[in-house]
């Protein structure tokens, strides 16, 4: 079952950094993309970062170089570290998937809310001092 689980969200002073994780079974999905999102309070959701099936990756310009998005062999957790972060990067973190059934392959779509199927219930990131 695909459904995304997220943890590792908290409070950390600027400059200090966080690794959130992602739980999602995706041994059985021909091809997938994964997706962080994030939402500020008052502000629209956004799209962070995203990975395929093959780990060819994907940052927004606010993030990159600061976030790594990663994934373990066997394929059922992901991380994003999360280095030199700012008050800006306070909000809901959300992990998303979509799968592509009829695909061996299938690359990212635009990190768009609407493009992803299954969603987290979202782990709180606030950077604070």
């Known amino acids: 079952h695909v459904q995304p689980v997220e943890s590792g969200g908290g409070l950390v002073q600027p400059g200090g950094s966080l690794r959130l994780s992602c739980a999602a079974s995706l041994y059985a999905a021909r091809s997938y993309c994964i997706a962080w999102f994030r939402q500020a309070p008052g502000k629209e959701r956004e799209g962070v970062a995203n990975?395929?099936?093959?780990?060819?990756?994907f940052y927004a310009d606010s993030v990159k170089g600061r976030f790594t998005f990663s994934q373990d062999s066997a394929k059922s957790a992901l991380y994003l570290q999360m280095n030199s972060l700012t008050p800006e990067d306070t909000g809901m973190y959300y992990c998303a998937a979509k799968v592509f059934a009829d695909y061996d392959y299938f690359p990212c779509p635009a990190m768009v809310v609407n493009q992803f199927n299954y969603w987290g219930q979202g782990t709180q990131v606030t950077v604070s001092s």
């Open positions: 990975r395929d099936k093959y780990g060819n990756t």
